[in-house]
């Protein structure tokens, strides 16, 4: 989805918004405001100006009704760029909303940030907060992002981060899961599917930079250390959510570890690993990893993957609003689906 153009009237003969400015006695900003769909006009004056609007021929009735009794709240989601199928697909249910969105539900926008660039996402939120009435976004664990979300949220804007957290601020939620606990569920699985109780163990990641990946390695290093204190982890690989390098990755892996009996990747782009496990024929290595998209699921199919660990894309954007609209204004953790071979819906 890309920022909508500005509605502005400008063909030869059509009214123009100082048109509607002059008759409303407001200033042309107040005008595009209301156009726009920009928060900062009092109730009042918005239905005045969109009564002019239509009167005099710059908006159909039709487009007039569009914009509802009240003005619908404006949310904007911020997510990484990147190859990462399960953001892609997040972004293409996103996109499906604003397909199917009435008139009086929230006004949608999304946009990409260049992946594991907190200076360009706290940039976003602050470029974001004068039209939205609540962001959601993908959070990088960051002082600058700590410090543009405290003053974004200290403004009124609602902040809410999904999928990865940022950390005890103030006015900022979070909806996603319980990462320490599904960090320890895969290193249980391992544990359990291993065809042996000894060997190595390897954490591929996104970024450490990812209180997700962080914590989901955090409670998978506890685990492992609680139950199965003969596997031996080998350190965390970060691969950036990206296929290339996960393949790389995979591939020294194999080279280092001989005895590498399993893989956990806290992140996303699962689809190199499962290329660098075919190609050496390391199939009996078990591997666990995070959404399910086509690749992953091609992958159970294939017995390339033991375990898919899913977060709903829908779930997660409906609960996302609603913190957002103040419908569930303390989050839960959203329930951890995990995927095998024979359970794939």
């Given amino acids: 989805m890309s920022d909508g153009q500005d509605l502005i009237a400008d063909e030869a003969g059509r009214p123009q918004m100082s048109d509607i400015a002059e008759q409303a006695g407001v200033s042309l900003a107040t005008v595009d405001r209301v156009i726009n769909r920009r928060k900062g006009v009092k109730e009042r004056t918005r239905r005045r100006v969109l009564e002019i609007a239509r009167d005099i021929g710059f908006l159909s009735a ?7 009794e009240g003005r619908p709240l404006n949310i904007v989601v911020l997510l990484p760029s990147g190859t990462n199928p399960y953001l892609r697909l997040l972004g293409d249910r996103l996109r499906d909303r604003v397909g199917r969105s009435g008139a009086n539900d929230p006004f949608l ?5 260049e992946s594991f660039d907190a200076g360009a996402l706290a940039a976003a939120l602050r470029r974001n907060a004068g039209w939205a009435d609540g962001i959601a976004f993908f959070a990088i664990d960051h002082p ?5 979300a405290t003053e974004i949220a200290a403004s009124g804007t609602r902040l809410v981060t999904i999928v990865s957290d940022l950390g005890p601020v103030a006015g900022v939620d979070h909806v996603g899961l ?3 606990s599904v960090g320890r569920t895969a290193g249980l699985l391992i544990g359990r599917l291993a065809e042996s109780r000894s060997g190595s163990v390897a954490l591929v990641a996104g970024s450490r930079h990812y209180r997700a990946h962080s914590e989901r390695e955090a409670g998978f290093l506890s685990l492992l250390d609680e139950m199965f204190p003969d596997l031996r982890v080998i350190g965390m690989r970060e691969g950036h959510d990206d296929a290339g390098e996960n393949y790389r990755h995979t591939l020294e892996l ?3 570890a001989r005895d590498l009996v399993g893989i956990y990747n806290v992140g996303g782009s699962s ?3 499962t290329r660098a496990m075919r190609e050496q024929g390391r199939e009996s290595v078990v591997f666990i990893g995070h959404g399910l998209t086509a690749d992953t699921r091609r992958a159970l199919l294939e017995r390339s993957m033991d375990a898919v660990f899913d977060q709903d894309p829908d779930v997660l954007i409906d ?3 609603a913190c957002l609209t103040g419908r569930e204004p303390r989050p839960r953790p ?3 689906d995990i995927y095998f071979r024979e359970n794939l819906p």
């Fill in 144 to 148: 600058e992002v700590r410090d543009a």
């Fill in 334 to 336: 959203l329930k951890l």
């Fill in 109 to 113: 926008r999304c946009f990409f940030i």
């Fill in 319 to 321: 609960r996302a609003i």
């Fill in 271 to 273: 689809g190199g690993i």
């Fill in 62 to 68: 039709d487009d007039v009704a569009l914009y509802g």
């Fill in 178 to 180: 319980d990462n320490r």
């Fill in 254 to 256: 194999f080279e280092q």
